[in-house]
């Protein structure tokens, strides 16, 4: 019999920290949740909004196991995940196996060491009911929203798709953006642009109407278009201010793998494997030509362009060019 008992939830986990702690200590994994609410009907008091909640089929035989070697063991610890998903699992177990949920039984550690593991286990605390509580708004949220929905998307778009909190959110901004679509009236409007030219030096350049009297003037049919054609036509044009400024225009980061990877798919239809494997055979020919200094932008280029050509259609080699001078900055 062990003096002590772990609930962690995973079987890997478990393992690892068994090794830590010594024989007289039991490590056991729940599997996840042990509890949650009903498939078959809401379980959600719609007056109190209590949730109402049944042991996942298919875990009778572990809870009875839970249960045994609970009942055997001198001192429980709950160590399942620092999260409030993993608050909760804690507070089912504790239900489930009888334990007191303002006993010192919580043990949490956010690495897996052993010295963190030991330090967990000498500083228990209770459960934490606001994480629980969170967790649980949010399934209940989950399945007031979403519980009814989801059979509609069932039948209208594909099985197994769920509309809960998030989607049905979504579905919602959907909805209104397209009954503004929908309810868009069509307006006509005109643009006037003038090509104007300067005495000294000799430049043109292009120059649209804006208004009358310093006011924006909208135009919506041809008739007041011709109408303000006729009064241009008369009209002397003179450049009244002129603003200087700068943009600046910052080049594109380095990639990243996964922008790597990104890139590639995107413009070349790469898969993660070619994209990676391409890329270290650049990175080899590099230490081996270049003793380490991979200046690719220019050493490489003919090199470059010969694979290109090569693997892909000349039509393509743009693109190449693009991702790969993209690469070797990295």
């Given at each position: 019999m062990a003096d002590k008992l772990v609930i962690v939830e995973s079987p890997a986990k478990a393992n690892t920290i068994k090794k830590f702690l010594g024989g007289s200590t039991k490590v056991v994994a729940?599997?996840?949740h042990i509890r949650d609410l009903p498939k078959s009907k809401l379980g959600i008091d719609t007056k109190t909004f209590e949730?109402?909640?049944?042991?996942?089929?298919?875990?009778?035989?572990?809870?009875?196991?839970?249960?045994?070697?609970?009942?055997?063991?001198?001192?429980?610890?709950?160590?399942?995940?620092?999260?409030?998903?993993?608050e909760a699992i804690?507070?089912?177990?504790?239900?489930?196996?009888?334990?007191?949920?303002?006993?010192m039984c919580r043990v949490t550690f956010n690495e897996i060491t052993k010295d963190a593991v030991k330090?967990?286990?000498q500083n228990p605390r209770k459960i934490d009911m606001d994480l629980t509580d969170a967790q649980q708004?949010?399934?209940v949220l989950d399945r007031i929203v979403g519980y009814k929905i989801s059979p509609v998307l069932w039948k209208k778009v594909q099985k197994g798709l769920s509309a809960g909190r998030v989607q049905s959110v979504a579905v919602k901004l959907v909805v209104d953006r397209e009954e503004e679509i929908e309810k868009f009236v069509p307006e006509e409007y005109w643009n006037i642009y003038a090509?104007?030219?300067?005495?000294?030096?000799?430049?043109?350049?292009?120059?649209?109407?804006?208004?009358?009297?310093?006011?924006?003037?909208?135009?919506?049919?041809?008739?007041?278009?011709?109408?303000?054609?006729?009064?241009?036509?008369?009209?002397?044009?003179?450049?009244?201010?002129?603003?200087?400024?700068?943009?600046?225009?910052?080049p594109a980061p380095p990639f990243t793998?996964?922008?790597?990877?990104?890139?590639?798919?995107?413009?070349?239809?790469?898969?993660?494997?070619?994209?990676?494997?391409?890329?270290?055979?650049?990175?080899?020919?590099?230490?081996?030509?270049?003793?380490?200094?991979?200046?690719?932008?220019y050493i490489y280029e003919n090199w470059l362009y010969k694979n290109?050509?090569?693997?892909?259609?000349?039509?393509?080699?743009?693109?190449?060019?693009?991702?790969?001078?993209r690469i070797l900055w990295k």
């Open positions: 729940s599997m996840g949730p109402q909640y049944i042991n996942i089929r298919g875990k009778g035989d572990l809870i009875k196991s839970l249960k045994k070697e609970a009942k055997d063991a001198k001192k429980v610890y709950l160590a399942t995940d620092p999260d409030r998903e993993g804690a507070w089912h177990l504790a239900n489930i196996l009888g334990i007191d949920e303002n006993k330090k967990a286990i708004a949010r399934r090509t104007l030219a300067t005495k000294k030096p000799k430049k043109s350049f292009e120059a649209k109407f804006y208004g009358k009297n310093d006011k924006k003037l909208d135009i919506h049919s041809k008739e007041e278009i011709d109408k303000i054609l006729d009064e241009l036509e008369k009209a002397k044009y003179v450049v009244s201010e002129i603003k200087n400024g700068e943009k600046k225009r910052n793998t996964s922008t790597m990877q990104q890139e590639a798919s995107r413009k070349l239809n790469f898969a993660l494997r070619k994209t990676m494997q391409v890329a270290q055979r650049i990175i080899w020919r590099c230490k081996n030509t270049r003793k380490g200094n991979c200046w690719f932008n290109i050509r090569r693997s892909k259609s000349s039509s393509k080699s743009a693109y190449w060019k693009y991702i790969w001078r």
